[in-house]
């Protein structure tokens, strides 16, 4: 199935057409699967929802999207979404474009999984509320140059809470380091397993006191880094 949205240019963060692609909003016991969605503002998400599906799901345009006020390279706001929502997976996508942010837990979110997906230059975007509890696993971010890039409104706390995991987050591409971590002001007790590169500043991020718990070390053993 394929839901292909009228192509125009993306405008400002905020201001858009409302090419929404799929929306759960208060469900439960719900999926979708196999769907191709084209030029969309926001592509897939689940909003005050428990219990909800994302398989097989591909994001691309027709023809690139960004305008002159547009986040540079960007072709839609969110990709794939969740906020106030439990038990929510998204696996097996494909983000062949490029979103403001492609992956996006937001507040509230927890024990919800990104997993087995690709993007042309994947984020994780924490975008504070306390989000905790989540995974991210086995995705290839592509270009590698935003893994962590995250928003929201500093007002509503660090982006990420206590007690999110990052499992084998890398590239494909040929000559693509590894991710390099978050600087602690990211969040508190959050584990990175794999292979990842320093924090901006090494050990010591600047923010350990705002932050209890954070600190960084190299892997070892199973590559495991956590805070």
């Given at each position: 199935m394929t839901l292909e949205f009228p192509h125009?240019?993306?405008?400002?963060?905020f201001d858009v057409d409302g090419w929404n692609g799929i929306n759960m909003a208060f469900t439960a016991n719900c999926w979708a699967r196999n769907i191709r969605i084209l030029n969309a503002d926001q592509g897939a998400e689940a909003i005050n929802s428990d219990f909800i599906t994302f398989?097989?799901?591909?994001?691309d345009v027709t023809a690139p999207r960004t305008g002159p006020q547009a986040p540079k390279g960007t072709n839609g706001h969110?990709?794939?979404w969740t906020a106030a929502s439990s038990n929510v997976l998204f696996t097996q996508f494909?983000?062949?474009?490029?979103?403001?942010?492609?992956?996006?837990?937001?507040?509230?979110?927890?024990?919800?999984?990104f997993s087995n997906g690709k993007g042309t230059n994947l984020n994780t975007d924490m975008h504070r509320g306390g989000p905790h509890h989540n995974l991210w696993t086995n995705l290839d971010v592509g270009q590698g140059t935003?893994?962590?890039?995250?928003?929201?409104?500093?007002?509503?706390?660090?982006h990420a809470a206590r007690l999110n995991t990052w499992w084998n987050i890398f590239s494909?591409?040929?000559?693509?380091?590894?991710?390099?971590?978050?600087?602690?002001?990211?969040?508190?007790?959050?584990?990175?397993?794999?292979?990842?590169?320093?924090?901006?500043?090494?050990?010591?991020?600047?923010?350990?006191?705002?932050?209890?718990?954070?600190?960084?070390?190299?892997?070892?053993?199973?590559?495991?880094?956590?805070?």
């Open positions: 125009t240019l993306t405008r400002t963060h398989r097989t799901m591909v994001l969110h990709g794939m494909d983000i062949r474009t490029t979103f403001i942010h492609d992956l996006t837990l937001d507040v509230w979110a927890h024990e919800c999984v935003r893994p962590f890039a995250s928003s929201g409104n500093a007002s509503r706390g660090a494909s591409l040929a000559g693509v380091p590894a991710p390099k971590l978050p600087d602690c002001g990211f969040g508190a007790l959050l584990n990175f397993v794999g292979a990842f590169g320093a924090p901006p500043g090494g050990a010591a991020a600047g923010r350990n006191v705002r932050y209890p718990g954070c600190a960084w070390r190299p892997p070892s053993g199973p590559k495991l880094a956590d805070r």
